[in-house]
């Protein structure tokens, strides 16, 4: 007996098409988010890191809502996303915004394991994979210059990212923090672990406000810059 192929099917391998905003928020680069959105549908779908029931809300709560997120990201910027998963938001932010330099922290294999590939079939020549934990390559080789920016979507807790994020941030950088409406609460809760990281001035932003209802909440905390000393 075989199977017979049921719109169900076809709805969880293939994603909803690009809705009219995506043009506007990813311009030339729409056929590679195009492309993207076909891999977590397909293979990420496959392999668990994206649940069947996402597909047909791809762009408005992943695509779009990531890369809304380069708003607060300046020309030419060092990125590190920690946890990245499926590549959400790192391989989002790199695909609007060629001119940043995207690594991508992940200690699951299975998911370093399809960055990687997503990486390769894409080309994406400004991404780099990484296999490990944030709390652990703070100061190794090739973290030990620290990046202009660190990015996480829905990871832990501030409390917990303030510890794992601001290491790995370069004095004057920044640690963008996806969250949603308790974001105002978490950031009081943690105000003590973000300053003994290291943090700053914290601020909470919304972004993407021309292209999706809500926008994306992120909160943002500048990291200290190292005090010089005088003889």
């Not at 590679?32 to 668990?48: C, Q």
């Not at 649940?51 to 607060?72: D, F, S």
């Not at 391989?91 to 200690?107: M, T």
Request: overall charge neutral; aromatic content about 4%; glycine content about 10%.
């Amino acid at each position: 007996m075989f199977h017979v192929k049921q719109p169900s099917d076809r709805a969880e391998s293939e994603p909803p098409p690009a809705p009219d905003s995506a043009q506007a928020v990813f311009g030339e680069a729409l056929p590679r988010a195009v492309e993207y959105a076909e891999l977590l549908a397909g293979e990420a779908t496959l392999r668990g890191l994206i649940g069947p029931r996402e597909v047909p809300r791809l762009w408005e709560r992943h695509l779009l809502n990531c890369a809304v997120v380069t708003e607060l990201i300046a020309p030419g910027s060092t990125v590190c996303d920690i946890g990245s998963g499926a590549g959400l938001p790192g391989i989002v932010l790199a695909i609007r915004r060629p001119d940043i330099r995207v690594n991508l922290l992940e200690p699951l294999l299975r998911r370093s394991t399809f960055l990687q590939s997503v990486v390769l079939k894409m080309e994406l020549s400004n991404v780099v994979v990484h296999r490990g934990r944030a709390e652990d390559v703070a100061g190794t080789t090739g973290f030990e210059m620290g990046f202009d920016v660190v990015v996480s979507r829905a990871v832990a807790p501030m409390e917990r990212l303030a510890r794992w994020s601001l290491p790995l941030t370069r004095p004057g950088g920044q640690m963008l923090a996806m969250k949603g409406s308790a974001a105002a609460d978490e950031v009081a809760h943690a105000a003590g672990a973000i300053k003994r990281a290291g943090g700053t001035d914290v601020s909470i932003h919304s972004v993407g406000e021309a292209y999706l209802d809500p926008p994306v909440t992120v909160v943002r905390v500048l990291k200290g810059r190292a005090r010089t000393t005088t003889q």
